[in-house]
């Protein structure tokens, strides 16, 4: 979170649903500052080891851009080879929440939804 600058883009993933994929893009407004809730022992993101001078967490701002023209199923991602042995979020374990995505991949997935989804069982190429 600490590389991203204002300006940047990001893809808005839904991680919490029934079907994890990418919706849309977000533009950061506000690069990273500490996380407020943190601190808040009403907030459900409450963390008690969380202080003024030693934060622990950290968010950005983000405003939305643009929904892509359908949505990417995690497993649509999974099955597209050019993305499944280097994209961050493809990687078994990973449970980042913010992850960089190479200007290739971002490329492949803005392909990926400019284009029909595939029927089952059929590979993307």
Known sequence: ???????????????STK????????????EAYP???????????????????KPMWEMVDVAYEAALPRF?????????PALAPT????RRGSRLSVQPVHPREWEIVLRMAAREPPLAGEQRR
């Not at 979170?1 to 991680?15: E, I, T």
């Not at 990417?72 to 597209?80: D, G, I, M, P, T």
């Open 35 to 53: 996380d407020f809730t943190a601190r808040d022992p009403q907030s459900p993101y409450y963390d008690r080891r969380a202080t003024a001078e």
């Open 72 to 80: 990417v199923s995690l497993a649509e991602l999974r099955s597209n």
């Open 1 to 15: 979170m600490q590389a991203m600058r204002v300006g940047d883009l990001g893809f808005f993933y839904h991680s």
């Open 87 to 90: 994209m961050v979020l493809l």
């Open 19 to 30: 079907v994890p994929g990418i919706a849309g893009i977000v533009r950061v407004v506000r």
